[in-house]
């Protein structure tokens, strides 16, 4: 148990450094990734300028996260078919596409989430 608590310094250093590797690889390859950290930043600046309360600001911000998010699991589900196989499988298809999905259910989030947010 004392080992395991002396390891987490380590261990937290290490999964930084992999999660930092992460985002590069995306920010690098991944366009649309790039695409959303550019937005991400576009985003704070509006807020910066908007009058809106502090919660709010925060809350729009922290709800757009989900997009990237979704990205880089999307961009893993991609890179890991594409590593089983390149040839078309409808499996592999369904994969990509759900992944997909799953950004795009995060773009509606966050348009509800402005609305919302606008309406109050």
Known sequence: ???????IPIRAVKATIYSLAGLK??????????????????????MLAVPWPFWKKAALLA??????????????????C??????????IKSAKDKGSAAVLTAIVI??????????I
Request: with cysteine; glycine share 0%; hydrophobic share 55%.
């Open 1 to 7: 148990m004392l080992r395991t608590i002396k390891n």
């Open 25 to 46: 690889s995306a920010f690098t390859k991944e366009e649309a990734f790039k695409l959303e950290t550019l937005a991400f930043a576009a985003l704070f600046l509006i």
């Open 63 to 80: 709800i757009y996260l989900i997009i990237p998010l979704c990205e880089l699991f999307n961009s893993a589900i991609e890179d890991i």
């Open 82 to 91: 594409d590593l089983i196989t390149r040839d078309f499988h409808e499996n």
């Open 110 to 119: 966050n348009l509800l989430a402005l609305c919302a947010l606008i309406a």
